[in-house]
């Protein structure tokens, strides 16, 4: 069985685990304060010119993100984010269960807009029972959208714009961020993320890490304390160093932005043929997510030799998935796919 089904169906970057090989019997402190962790965030700092920012090491993508939010609400608000959102569809009620309503935006390509921000906050406080309802508190997008596709850097201005006017921090999920930050349709550098945001995180578990998240926090107003937070919401690796180990690897000669350049440059050869044999697509990504839309006797037969991940009905005979590329994901696996459709 061939898997395109998402991105961290491999292990490690081999660089990754020879490194943790060579450290594995070294003596460190805990708890993402050793050596390793300092000096992998001295690299986050340089690469995304971001030297007074703090950055820490957390686990996972759910933990980053619900410790992210956490800090930021109030008990009372909750947490803009498009409908289709990861921390919305695809996050078991995470952020629900830490006592914050996600305040959904419809939205088509996984994208929102800075007028439809503009319009919730609005709405919210033009309503003489404001004090019945949820308050807007805060803007989660994700780069890539869950959809794959990317905010322009005209679009993200806005969106920054309109946050700063209205007071509500804007967070953005870089889950997916070496595979957005090296497609061929991306405009925005990777230090314009301080510009726009308040906080951000580096995605390690679906591009090259085992596992883990670095997690930047621009604005100096949720910087205290905020490691309280990470152990309260479950993020804290004890063993830190495994994770500030990862990320030396990958911010070392631009390995993060070479390997997801891999991914995207694999992606666009799925795509091509995909559109070259008469498929359509059901939305315009151009990073390392493709969703193909595919007749169901088909998809039965590529099933057979071929994991993808179910996306959504199109119309009674046809479906779309999702098929995902990855920094392991080998030339021939995509050759013999391509031969198959």
Request: with cysteine.
């Amino acid at each position: 069985m061939i898997r395109f089904d998402c991105d961290y169906v491999e292990g490690a970057h081999p660089r990754i685990v020879e490194y943790l090989v060579e450290t594995n019997m070294e003596q460190t402190i805990g708890y993402g304060e050793d050596e390793h962790c300092i000096h992998a965030r001295k690299k986050i700092q340089k690469v995304f010119a971001c030297e007074h920012a703090d950055v820490h090491f957390l686990v996972g993508g759910t933990q980053t993100n619900l410790t992210a939010i956490a800090a930021v609400l109030k008990p009372y608000q909750g947490v803009i984010a498009a409908s289709t959102g990861h921390i919305n569809v695809h996050e078991t009620g995470a952020i629900e269960a830490c006592g914050h309503k996600v305040l959904a935006i419809p939205s088509e390509d996984g994208k929102i807009t800075a007028e439809q921000v503009q319009e919730m906050y609005d709405a919210h406080w033009s309503d003489e029972s404001h004090e019945h309802i949820v308050q807007p508190g805060m803007v989660y997008i994700s780069f890539p959208t869950e959809n794959g596709t990317l905010y322009s850097k005209k679009e993200l201005e806005a969106l920054s714009a309109v946050c700063k006017k209205c007071s509500l921090p804007l967070y953005i999920d870089g889950a997916r961020l070496g595979y957005g930050l090296t497609s061929k349709a991306n405009d925005i550098a990777a230090q314009e993320f301080v510009k726009y945001s308040d906080m951000f995180y580096i995605g390690g578990t679906k591009v090259g890490a085992l596992m883990g998240e670095a997690l930047v926090i621009v604005n100096d107003a949720f910087k205290k304390d905020f490691r309280y937070l990470i152990k309260q919401k479950g993020g804290m690796l004890a063993k830190g160093r495994l994770l500030g180990i990862q990320f030396e690897a990958l911010f070392e000669d631009d390995l993060y932005f070479e390997i997801a350049r891999h991914a995207n440059h694999l992606a666009e050869k799925i795509k091509a043929g995909f559109l070259e044999k008469g498929y359509q697509m059901l939305f315009d990504s151009p990073t390392n997510q493709q969703y193909p839309i595919i007749s169901d006797e088909k998809l039965k037969e590529l099933s057979e030799k071929y994991a993808y991940c179910y996306w959504c009905r199109v119309d009674e005979n046809h479906s779309a998935v999702r098929i995902c590329t990855s920094w392991a994901t080998k030339e021939e696996n995509v050759a013999k796919l391509l031969e198959d459709i």
